[in-house]
């Protein structure tokens, strides 16, 4: 479940898991756009309003441009080089 604006975090993590070499430029371009629609919505959304898990995942990506499913990636070695 998500906030209103903001992106499932279920869709989150299947992007996640899916390699970038099985995605079609327009499901890339998709996800660009959604990740940067969902970064404004949760820049801009108190803290007090957002559920649980979007606070976990907005903390996890503050302070870089990666978010919690690129980092777990990375630490089980898909995230790119």
Request: hydrophobic share 20%; aromatic share 0%; net charge negative.
């Amino acid at each position: 479940m998500s906030d209103t604006g903001r992106k499932d975090l279920t869709d989150k993590a299947k992007e996640g898991v899916t390699p970038d070499s099985q995605k079609s430029t327009v499901d890339k371009t998709k996800e660009t756009l959604t990740d940067t629609g969902d970064k404004i919505a949760g820049s801009v959304q108190s803290s007090d309003d957002k559920n649980p898990a979007q606070k976990a995942s907005d903390t996890a990506s503050s302070g870089d441009d990666k978010g919690i499913v690129d980092k777990a990636k990375d630490a089980v070695g898909l995230g790119s080089k």
